[in-house]
């Protein structure tokens, strides 16, 4: 067995799922699983609904978890779970990340998976793990759209967005990424109490505003408006809340 790929003085080990409907597939999860000191496996399916009944029985941690297979999809299966374990899913077709990210996966691995991939995936999976035994939010990944191929952010970085018609502008500190979306659409994603619509065309991460002065709210030296309809709401409950929190 080759050396393990990760230093040994965290003790965290994840009981692994490999469900996939291809052999050669889980063979191949499995021996990456196998070279890392913090994985281990704990169970093998070949099928959605297999892996539903092993879930019932047996503690998991993580998930790695195909997409494309007969009778029930990965993704259907993750959304029948009320409450699912950390999953990582794997594919060969690109066009469903967007579903991942609106199922909070840790991450999205195309086939065929480079063990680079897969380890960062897998320290992603045990750094979630860690923080939310801890206690911690650690802000589930994002993936979006980037001409033709999707982008991995956190939301705890994006500052607020902006739309444009059809068209959603994240702000970062150093960046802004463009998407193909709609405000409604995000805004249902995105956590409720760590996000709010202070006009039709911002959406505002409250942690990061820096500032509110009349009918402006200052996030990193810009100033966006808080539209009179939704100002009462924005200063009574949400900021206020989000203070007393603090």
Not at 34 to 57: P, Q, R, W, Y
Request: hydrophobic share 40%; with cysteine; aromatic share 10%.
């Amino acid at each position: 067995m080759e050396e393990q790929a990760v230093n040994p003085a965290d003790n965290t080990v994840l009981k692994c799922l490999v469900t996939d409907d291809e052999p050669i597939a889980r063979d191949g999860i499995i021996s990456y699983i196998d070279k890392l000191d913090f994985l281990e496996v704990a169970g093998v399916c070949s099928s959605a609904i297999e892996a539903a009944e092993h879930t019932k029985n047996n503690v998991i941690d993580l998930m790695f978890l195909d997409i494309q297979m007969p009778n029930l999809s990965g993704l259907e299966f993750l959304e029948s779970m009320d409450t699912p374990p950390l999953t990582i899913l794997t594919t060969a077709h690109s066009e469903y990340a967007l579903e991942g990210f609106r199922l909070q996966v840790v991450d999205y691995l195309l086939k065929p998976i480079t063990f680079k991939r897969f380890f960062q995936a897998s320290l992603r999976a045990r750094e979630i793990f860690n923080l939310r035994n801890n206690g911690e939010d650690p802000g589930s990944p994002m993936y979006v759209r980037q001409g033709d191929s999707f982008m991995k952010i956190a939301w705890l970085d994006i500052l607020y967005v902006e739309s444009m018609q059809n068209y959603l502008k994240l702000h970062f500190r150093d960046k802004v990424l463009v998407i193909h979306q709609t405000m409604t659409f995000l805004e249902n994603i995105l956590p409720k109490d760590s996000f709010f619509r202070i006009h039709k065309s911002y959406l505002v991460h409250l942690s990061h505003i820096d500032l509110i002065k009349g009918n402006r709210v200052y996030i990193n030296h810009k100033a966006l408006p808080v539209s009179r309809q939704r100002k009462d709401e924005f200063l009574n409950t949400v900021v206020y809340k989000n203070l007393m929190s603090k």
